[in-house]
């Protein structure tokens, strides 16, 4: 079982940048892939990006290539999502969820532990 815990969040202008961190309790973090999605109220949860047990793949929505940056250190259990050049459409709350599987479809049904959330504004 894995506990998540998402920080990070905050109010950012157009343009600007933040980093999200989630911390991952559980002796097991190393085998599951990790996802960060997001969700503005009223829609569903989408996927954002997604990285594999070790590290060394990853995948984006479309939307943020080349602006997002997920990462994780399997010796701290934590996984990071570095955002970059944020824009107001990025609003959100952001959530890091696990899954057995990093080749899944990158849909919520498939990954079964979720953190609570944090909220990012981005301003115009």
């Known amino acids: 079982q894995v506990q998540l815990v998402e920080s990070g969040g905050g109010l950012v202008q157009a343009g600007g940048s933040l980093r999200l961190s989630c911390a991952a309790s559980g002796r097991t973090f190393s085998s599951y892939a990790m996802g960060w999605f997001r969700q503005v109220p009223g829609k569903e949860r989408k996927f954002v990006a997604v990285?594999?047990?070790?590290?060394?793949?990853?995948s984006y929505e479309d939307s943020v290539k080349g602006r997002f940056t997920i990462s994780r250190d399997n010796a701290k259990n934590t996984v990071n999502l570095q955002m970059n050049t944020l824009k107001p459409e990025d609003t959100a709350v952001y959530y890091c969820?696990?899954?057995?599987?990093?080749?899944?479809?990158?849909?919520?049904?498939?990954?079964?532990?979720w953190g609570q959330g944090t909220q990012v504004t981005v301003s115009s």
């Open positions: 990285i594999n047990s070790g590290g060394g793949l990853t």
């Open positions: 969820a696990a899954s057995r599987s990093f080749g899944v479809p990158p849909t919520t049904g498939n990954y079964g532990y």
